[in-house]
């Protein structure tokens, strides 16, 4: 059983104390790697007393992980963090129900879901923790600067780059599913019936969903981003040929100092696929010239 799936089992036996206790610790992994018992006291609120009952439940369920030399301090796992962004987005309204996973990822998970009025969504819950630190500081702007930083932090973070990536590009046109909330690493948005374009066996008419796809790039380019991570990976494709593209906790600002050579990495990965599997003729230079060139 996966994380999230296990979380929305144990969700319904948390108590609103137990989910102050891991509020407490959520806070207090901003400044400790693990947060000390009086410091869990401080951030949740609770006497030490109903902390230390709380706390044992929590470990019993599994969601703590504890220290007890230099110091006794706790933290959460990513099953206790996906409690509470599920807790928050069922009280926001945002979600009813979990559902099956829909894809496993390096540094993501991808669940359907039920939003009200039956709609189907999906849930992507950002796990970071699955790749190194330095390499995670070394992609991503919105790290780099932070010399203590919790994997759950990162996740949160990476999330909240997407959704606001989702909601500028979707007000910009550009092909992406519609976000409709985030809270900590979750990030519930459209449900895509479509799939990857690396697992498309063929096409009728390649040029023109590579155009489509670079339509895209440049609608977004032209609202000043840049995806940063672009390839047949991060493009879905549907039944009848529409495309979308997926994956933008990495974008950068297209007036960032290395925006050149990020668009032109981004575009050279599409025009190469569609170069060596479909046989197009568009080179990556004359990819990059119609993204960059504003469209009439």
Known sequence: MSSAERAAQVLTQLESYDLRALQGIELGMIQHE????????????LNEGELEHRLRNLDRLDLLYRQRTPY?????????????????????????????????????D???????????????????????????????????????ISWLYQSR???????????????????VPEPLDQNRHAVVMEYLDAVQLSDVVELDEPMELLTDILDNVRKAYAAGVIHSDLSEYNVMVNAEGRVWIIDWPQYTASDHPNSKETLARDVG????????????????????????????
């Open 34 to 45: 693990y947060v000390p018992f009086d410091a869990v006291v401080r951030y949740s609120g």
């Open 72 to 108: 006794l301090g706790y933290i959460m796992n990513y099953t206790a963090y996906d409690c509470l962004a599920l807790n928050a987005l069922v009280k926001a309204g945002s979600l009813e129900a979990l559902g099956p996973s829909v894809g496993i990822g390096k540094e993501a």
């Open 110 to 148: 991808v669940y359907e879901g039920a939003a009200p009025e039956n709609r189907k969504v999906a849930v992507k819950f950002h796990r970071l923790g699955r790749t190194s630190f330095r390499d995670t500081r070394r992609k991503r702007d919105y790290i780099a600067d932070r010399h203590h």
């Open 157 to 175: 973070l990476a999330a909240e780059n997407e959704y606001r990536a989702l909601k500028l590009m979707h007000e910009a046109g550009v092909a």
């Open 269 to 296: 990965n599409v025009a190469y696929y569609f170069q060596r599997k479909y046989g197009t003729e568009m080179t990556v230079e004359e990819a990059v010239e119609y993204v960059k060139k504003p469209s009439s």
